[in-house]
């Protein structure tokens, strides 16, 4: 179990995607941290993604307790957020 930042994807208001590591620029694999989860959200928001009004399907960066597994490739990837 560990604490960091995630994106999370809401939809109904029941959690349906999660992320809290990304490829960087140069290639590295890294725990995204406050600033990286709010630049993907950025970055969603200018590719056209819209939260809708209702806020029933919203994408959300906070700072949550998850387990983190091993990917087919040996990284580090978020497995499920424990509530």
Excluded: Q
Excluded at 8 to 18: F, T
Excluded at 23 to 51: A, H, P
Aim: hydrophobic residues 35%.
């Amino acid at each position: 179990m560990e604490v960091m930042f995630v994106l999370l994807l809401y939809m109904n208001d029941n959690l349906k995607e999660w992320m809290g590591h990304y490829e960087n620029d140069g290639g590295e694999w890294v725990e995204m941290g406050m600033s990286g989860c709010l630049s993907m959200k950025r970055t969603l928001k200018r590719n056209g993604w819209k939260d809708t009004a209702s806020g029933k399907t919203r994408f959300s960066c906070e700072k949550r307790t998850v387990e983190l597994k091993l990917n087919k490739e040996g990284k580090p990837v978020v497995a499920r957020v424990v509530e």
